[in-house]
């Protein structure tokens, strides 16, 4: 079976010379990723808008080693509860015919949970098939490929399926490429900013490893940019498989490497469409789980953080926060918030897991320590003045085998046993001397545990690290 293009002369040159030297215009030299990279995003729009960038992804790997790419792309034209595959024959493009890697559908769809060979979902498909002139500008006909669609919502199951395919990649010369656009036809204000955010979720999924991240940024994004926007990343799904494909193979970061939108090359900003450029890589050392905030940023957060408990003082709920112009304050955040009053506690309130975005936890925190601490009574209009406050951002939670992995003065220690559970954040190191007597006060004070429970074989004890800044 050849599939014969679909697109040709509307997403991209039908004439081969043409189409030739236009993608050879766009694999300029650049951008080298900095760690090992085993795949990369790429646009899938148009070569007029999103060309520069795609040939921002594919130009690093002209020297690499590499027989067959796995095409995880998005699927427009049906809906796919699987990974859908075209399994066996070749795609054609002006500039010749890619043959499909057949051995490797075939070890694929041995995982009948995960994946499905659907030919018809690849008829009239354009996100694999505007990848291949690059691919074979690049590499001639030498390389095979391995076309997946995917349109699913199932969070769980696109994780396994990315794991799937990262175990079928190893022992083979194998790179992916995610086939996917950003934002849809917002003003190219609020893409700039939604795609930046949906660009760093991406990143920060592959540092806390962890594709549901990415998800749940999306969703939270999608929450405030929903009067603007059709979607915040048309291949949301391509781009969660491909996270988890990427974790499989070891890997811990993503490298942002270009981005751009429509309206940059159009003039045109009033409904644009987003594209990103950048690769799956293993960073050495592994970067740090928690958000990079700059001083600027904490600064911005005290003081959000503030207002907000002001704000309470008569509205009782947190106001819902916008969209933040940071793409940083629209993550998914673990965070706790801590009043102090002359030295001594005044409220304390957080959460260990990602509940909300950024902005929205320090609003809503903010004001959960200041009214609605069991231990002390509401704040009042004077002592706000006198209040300091200070954030304290988490990085996620890490299961631990045993005490000795607790690094004092370094980890905050989470420890639950059947329905009792409590936290001490790094900062409560100060008020101990020794490793024993802060975990046996977690356990006796924060759990309601017996002192030495920390020491039991059913016990699960988790650390983290966390970003505490404060008023000065």
Request: with cysteine.
């Amino acid at each position: 079976m050849i599939r014969k293009p679909a697109v040709a002369g509307k997403f991209y040159e039908a004439r081969p010379e043409k189409l030739r030297a236009e993608v050879k215009s766009f694999l300029k030299p650049g951008i080298v990723p900095a760690g090992r990279a085993v795949g990369f995003l790429s646009p899938h729009a148009g070569y007029t808008y999103s060309g520069a960038a795609a040939g921002v992804a594919f130009a690093p790997f002209k020297n690499f080693d590499f027989d067959t790419l796995v095409i995880m792309a998005t699927g427009h034209t049906m809906g796919l509860l699987k990974g859908a595959l075209l399994a066996k024959g070749s795609f054609e493009t002006p500039l010749g015919v890619v043959e499909i890697d057949s051995d490797f559908c075939s070890e694929l769809l041995k995982e009948k949970k995960l994946f499905e060979d659907i030919p018809q979902a690849h008829e009239d498909e354009h996100a694999v098939e505007v990848q291949l002139p690059f691919l074979q500008a690049l590499k001639g006909n030498a390389v095979k490929i391995v076309p997946l669609l995917f349109n699913s919502s199932d969070v769980p199951l696109l994780e396994e399926t990315g794991r799937a395919i990262g175990r079928a990649m190893k022992g083979r010369k194998a790179l992916f490429c995610v086939s996917s656009d950003l934002s849809h036809y917002p003003p190219g204000k609020i893409a700039e900013i939604s795609d930046r955010s949906v660009l760093l979720a991406l990143r920060q999924a592959m540092r806390n490893s962890s594709p549901a991240y990415f998800e749940m940024a999306n969703s939270l994004l999608l929450s405030k940019t929903s009067q603007y926007l059709d979607t915040t990343a048309c291949g949301q799904a391509a781009m969660t498989v491909g996270a988890a494909a990427a974790l499989e193979l070891g890997c811990n970061d993503f490298e942002l490497a270009l981005y751009t939108h429509s309206g940059k090359v159009s003039g045109d900003e009033s409904a644009v469409v987003g594209y990103g450029a950048g690769y799956f890589t293993e960073a050495s050392p592994k970067p740090a789980g928690a958000l990079d905030l700059s001083p600027e940023m904490k600064n911005e957060l005290l003081a959000l953080a503030r207002k907000s408990i002001s704000a309470g003082m008569k509205t009782v709920k947190a106001p819902q926060q916008p969209l933040s112009p940071r793409p940083e304050f629209n993550q998914p955040a673990a965070i706790f918030v801590t009043l102090t009053l002359d030295g001594d506690l005044r409220g304390c309130i957080g959460s260990l897991e990602p509940r909300a975005a950024l902005s929205d936890m320090v609003a809503s925190y903010a004001c959960s320590a200041a009214f609605e601490d069991p231990r002390f009574e509401r704040v009042s209009e004077a002592e706000l003045k006198k209040i300091n406050i200070e954030i304290s951002v988490l990085s996620p939670l890490e299961r631990i085998k045993s005490a000795d992995a607790v690094k004092p003065g370094v980890h905050g220690v989470y420890v639950r046993s059947g329905r009792r559970s409590g936290t001490y954040l790094p900062q409560v190191w100060e008020h101990f001397k020794k490793k024993e007597d802060f975990l046996s006060s977690l356990c006796m004070e924060k759990a309601g545990l017996a002192a030495d429970a920390w020491k039991g074989k059913d016990i699960e004890l988790y650390t983290y690290t966390v970003n505490p800044f404060t008023e000065k």
